[in-house]
């Protein structure tokens, strides 16, 4: 196997969209010499390739989300989870957001303190609380699910339907095959 090189699909930075052409975005020129079992380097890797674009579709929802409603994307998740499916305890915002419970409790304090989320006591456990949205957070999530729709329709856009299509069953086995391999034990 021949070392290579990702060349990213698209339009070109200058904005060339002509036949869907591709630009190169290669590493720096300083590269090892390939494994001969095996020549990927970690720019081949499908979890990189993902992570890469995972990281680019958080930093544009980051910029937007913070210059329009002056929330960060864990707040944003926050927010979102809640107006979604509220009431909801700390520990299953931590869960569904993916941020670990202490970070969880530091965004979830800093909604409560800008008034965006209400505590409660819990319905089962007092002692657990029960999050929520308050007015002032509801309209905020209204405007931040405007601007995420919008978001969502523009990278729909990209695609046909049938890649659409191709594209949820390909998310769903890769996340199916990534939890597997989390619960894996390491070899």
Same mark, same amino acid.
Not at 159 to 179: C, M, N
């Given at each position: 196997?021949?070392?290579?090189?990702?060349?990213?699909?698209?339009?070109?930075?200058?904005?060339?969209?002509?036949?869907?052409?591709?630009?190169?975005?290669?590493?720096?020129?300083?590269?090892?010499?390939?494994?001969?079992?095996?020549?990927?380097?970690?720019?081949?890797?499908?979890?990189?390739?993902?992570?890469?674009?995972?990281?680019?579709?958080?930093?544009?929802?980051?910029?937007?989300?913070?210059?329009?409603?002056?929330?960060?994307?864990?707040?944003?998740?926050?927010?979102?989870?809640?107006?979604?499916?509220?009431?909801?305890?700390?520990?299953?915002?931590?869960?569904?957001?993916?941020?670990?419970?202490?970070?969880?409790?530091?965004?979830?304090?800093?909604?409560?303190?800008?008034?965006?989320?209400?505590?409660?006591?819990?319905?089962? *456990?007092?002692?657990?609380?029960?999050?929520?949205?308050?007015?002032?957070?509801?309209?905020?999530?209204?405007?931040?699910?405007?601007?995420?729709?919008?978001?969502?329709?523009?990278?729909?856009?990209?695609?046909?339907? *049938?890649?659409?299509?191709?594209?949820?069953?390909?998310?769903?086995?890769?996340?199916?095959?990534?939890?597997?391999?989390?619960?894996?034990?390491?070899?």
């Amino acid at each position: 196997m021949t070392k290579s090189t990702y060349i990213a699909p698209g339009p070109s930075p200058g904005g060339d969209k002509a036949g869907g052409a591709a630009y190169d975005r290669r590493m720096p020129s300083t590269k090892r010499a390939p494994h001969p079992a095996d020549a990927r380097t970690i720019k081949d890797l499908l979890s990189y390739r993902v992570h890469k674009l995972a990281n680019a579709l958080s930093r544009g929802a980051a910029l937007r989300y913070r210059q329009d409603f002056d929330v960060s994307l864990m707040e944003w998740r926050t927010i979102a989870l809640l107006g979604d499916f509220a009431p909801m305890a700390l520990k299953d915002i931590a869960r569904q957001s993916g941020l670990d419970k202490g970070l969880a409790s530091r965004v979830v304090s800093g909604l409560v303190g800008r008034g965006l989320i209400h505590r409660a006591p819990g319905q089962d *456990d007092a002692r657990e609380l029960a999050l929520s949205l308050t007015p002032a957070g509801q309209a905020v999530y209204e405007g931040l699910m405007a601007a995420a729709t919008q978001r969502d329709d523009a990278f729909r856009a990209a695609l046909t339907e *049938d890649e659409l299509r191709v594209l949820d069953t390909i998310l769903a086995k890769l996340l199916q095959a990534a939890l597997l391999q989390a619960e894996a034990p390491a070899d």
